[in-house]
């Protein structure tokens, strides 16, 4: 995972990495090298709920209704 903290921590998982998007595709952000980065599901789940907010991300992992 490349996610690093304020206070310069590196979380380093080698764990369920996945693809994320710095500039999410929705707002315009291309799937070029230079717009990826590698994420652990929970430091991609926490940047996906910036950008969306909380209660999407909670929808969205909850499933079909």
């Known amino acids: 995972c490349s996610y690093v903290a304020p206070d310069g921590t590196r979380c380093g998982s080698r ?10 595709f929705a707002a315009d952000g291309t799937h070029e090298p230079s717009n990826l980065r ?6 991609n789940r926490r940047a996906a709920a910036r950008w969306m907010g909380s209660d999407v991300v909670r929808r969205f992992r909850a499933g079909p209704a």
Do not use: E, R, T
């Open 38 to 43: 590698l994420l652990c599901a929970a430091h």
């Open 15 to 24: 764990h369920g990495l996945q693809v994320d998007h710095i500039q999410p």
